[in-house]
């Protein structure tokens, strides 16, 4: 079993990461970190993944989130997983969902760790993937939904993929 943590570079997500690697070292569970990243240049302006004009870069990324990542868990496996936007119906968001379960029912996921201030909320916004993410019944979640006092997450970062 593992414990996955889905990883948007937010404070809220590697507040998740820091708690998902403090209890794999205590249950002995590996850590899987997840990045996923749609095809749509606007998802990842609004994550701060890249600035205006910017151009998009996947690979990119991809390298700066797992950067981000192995600072606070150096021992976690690190994945990334690109999704496109095949059905003209589904939102980025709705992509990164579906593809978050799959991941976590392809590795045998124990428990799910989301940075998130929405996830359980009897309403949740349009593009936060906490909420669909923390109601499949497959495996436990454990939701951040508060920085240690001091610690402030900015506006831009609300909302943010694993939210």
């Known amino acids: 079993m593992s414990l996955l943590v889905p990883f948007d570079g937010s404070q ?13 070292d205590l249950l002995d569970e590996s850590v899987v970190v997840l ?7 606007e998802y990842a302006r609004e ?13 990119a990324i991809a390298t700066g989130m797992e950067t ?3 600072e606070v868990a150096p021992e976690a496996t690190f ?22 379960r799959r991941v976590a029912a ?3 996921t124990s428990v799910v760790f989301i940075g998130s201030e929405n996830a359980g909320s009897v309403i949740s916004p ?8 923390a109601n499949d019944q497959r495996y436990d979640v454990y939701v ?20």
């Open 12 to 24: 809220l997500a590697t507040k998740a990461l820091e708690k998902a690697s403090t209890f794999g």
């Open 35 to 41: 990045t996923v990243i749609p095809d749509d240049p």
């Open 47 to 59: 994550r701060g993944w890249i600035t205006q004009g910017e151009p998009f870069d996947s690979d």
């Open 68 to 70: 981000r990542a192995r």
């Open 79 to 100: 994945r990334v997983e690109e999704v496109q936007s095949d059905e003209p119906t589904a939102t980025a968001t709705t992509n990164v969902v579906r593809e978050i």
């Open 106 to 108: 392809e590795i045998g």
């Open 126 to 133: 349009q593009s936060s993937v906490g909420s669909p993410v």
């Open 144 to 163: 951040v939904r508060h920085l240690e006092s001091g610690e402030h997450e900015s506006v831009s970062d609300l909302d943010s993929t694993v939210d």
